[in-house]
């Protein structure tokens, strides 16, 4: 079946450190992915997405590229600020389109 | 515009009783999810609205839940004799026209049952 599995945190940075946070899936054919941001006290926000191999997604500075070959979507940051500490989760989309299957979530936590 | 909104924002409860939770999506969206969001579990899938077809119901984890939309709007989660383990966060999200669209969540209702 789908799943998502992405690296446990938490994850503690400097601001202006290098961000990876890793997230492979297990899926039927080739589903959209997503990844999620969750604020503090905040809902869930999508943070960006792709919906084919070799797409990258890209938003507020963040990026992830789709990669069939290692079933793989990590997310990066080239310098992460306070701001960005939230909950991220990785997530794919069923083959139905009706469900998105989430990862256990990777906290984040930036200081200064 | 105004998003998805939720309520009650919390609700505590007692083992036994039934709930009920409550989703506006945002206006015009024809496409309407259920989520829950527990320590153990994660984010979770309950259910998926869209349109007038039925629903897909595989994510419920138990027939003591349940969920309606009337009108093709506002939508009801129920959860009868609530369990200690249904304390979680249930999401909602709605998209403009269904599958494969952006999904847009709400706040979410805070569930705590003693």
């Known amino acids: 079946g789908n799943s998502v599995t992405q690296m446990e945190g938490p994850v503690t940075l400097s601001e202006e450190a290098f961000l990876t946070i890793n997230c492979t899936y297990t899926?039927?054919?080739?589903?959209?992915l997503f990844w999620y941001v969750q604020y503090p006290g905040e809902g869930l926000q999508l943070l960006l997405k792709?919906?084919?191999?070799?797409d990258k997604g890209s938003n507020k500075g963040f990026e992830a590229t789709y990669r069939k070959e290692t079933t793989s979507f990590h997310l990066e940051k080239g310098s992460v600020q306070v701001s960005d500490s939230a909950v991220y989760f990785c997530?794919?989309?069923?083959?139905?389109?009706?469900?998105?299957?989430f990862g256990k979530g990777t906290t984040l936590s930036v200081s200064s | 515009g105004a998003g998805v909104s939720q309520s009650p924002s919390n609700k505590v409860t007692e083992k036994g009783k039934d709930v009920e939770l409550r989703c506006d999506p945002i206006?015009?969206?024809?496409?309407l999810y259920w989520y829950r969001q527990s320590l153990g579990q994660g984010l979770e899938f309950l259910i998926y609205f869209q349109g007038n077809s039925a629903p897909d119901k595989s994510g419920l984890p138990s027939d003591r839940f349940s969920a309606e939309r009337t009108g093709g709007s506002v939508s009801t989660l129920t959860i009868q004799r609530t369990q200690q383990e249904d304390s979680a966060v249930y999401l909602c999200?709605?998209?403009?026209?269904?599958?494969?669209?952006?999904?847009?969540f709400g706040p979410g209702t805070r569930l705590l049952v003693l």
């Open positions: 792709a919906t084919k191999a070799d």
């Open positions: 899926a039927t054919g080739y589903p959209s």
């Open positions: 999200a709605s998209s403009p026209q269904g599958p494969r669209e952006t999904q847009y």
């Open positions: 206006s015009g969206h024809t496409a």
């Open positions: 997530a794919l989309l069923n083959q139905a389109g009706t469900a998105l299957i």
